[in-house]
């Protein structure tokens, strides 16, 4: 069966640092792949999606940027933390346009 | 772009109650997902129900797409069931448009 795993589930960084941020998808190929944002209290929002190795299409203009170096691996990046980069954020997978996205367990970030 | 609302904000209820959760989409669409998230922030997939009704125990979800809605049924609630319930649709190819929430409290 498809796994997926996030880490870390919790990470607290000043304003300025760096960020990187992994999801990696175990049981399936060639996944699409997505980074979602949950701000306190409300809905979650695209940032990125990816179909490909390498191929990453952003949804939102914002302080990050995704990576995709491996078929089952996503990564959401910064050079210089925000205050307002703080929140929840998802990694997600999906096998086709039209099929369900699952989930990872989330990453809580909180910028101080 | 896909409005999605999400109706009620808030419910309180009493174990063993039976609660709908309705969700209200702006155009058609064709992938819809019902998540519960839970106090750790897991999201957890209920159904995928672009159309017509599923069940999955205590829950069962209906989506008429013609009149862009779903609806979640959660019956003898169990205080486990607390947390926050999203509807979310596709719009496009690949981009998942999620409603606010129904925060759902079940007290013993």
């Known amino acids: 069966s498809q796994t997926i795993h996030q880490w870390p589930a919790t990470l607290v960084q000043p304003v300025g640092s760096p960020l990187s941020l992994e999801c990696t998808v175990e049981g399936t190929s060639n996944p699409n792949l997505y980074w979602y944002r949950q701000a306190a209290g409300r809905g979650l929002q695209l940032l990125f999606y990816s179909v490909g190795i390498g191929q990453i299409s952003s949804e939102v203009p914002q302080n990050l940027s995704a990576s995709r170096p491996q078929d089952r691996q996503f990564i959401l990046s910064s050079k210089k933390l925000l205050l307002s980069d703080s929140g929840f954020y998802l990694c997600?997978?999906?096998?086709?346009?039209?099929?369900?996205?699952?989930f990872g367990d989330g990453t809580r970030l909180s910028i101080l | 772009g896909i409005q999605v609302e999400q109706s009620p904000p808030d419910l309180i209820l009493q174990e063993g109650a039976n609660s709908t959760l309705r969700c209200n989409f702006s155009?058609?669409?064709?992938?819809l997902q019902w998540f519960h998230q839970n106090p750790w922030g897991q999201l957890i997939n209920l159904f995928y129900?672009?159309?017509g009704t599923k069940q999955n125990g205590r829950l069962s979800a209906t989506t008429v797409a013609t009149e862009r809605y779903s609806l979640l049924y959660i019956s003898s609630s169990q205080t486990t069931d607390s947390g926050v319930y999203f509807c979310?649709?596709?719009?496009?190819?690949?981009?998942?448009?999620f409603g606010q929430g129904t925060r759902l409290t079940i007290n013993p």
């Open positions: 979310a649709v596709k719009e496009g190819a690949q981009k998942l448009v």
């Open positions: 997600a997978w999906g096998s086709r346009s039209n099929q369900p996205q699952h």
């Open positions: 155009d058609s669409v064709n992938n």
């Open positions: 129900i672009p159309s």
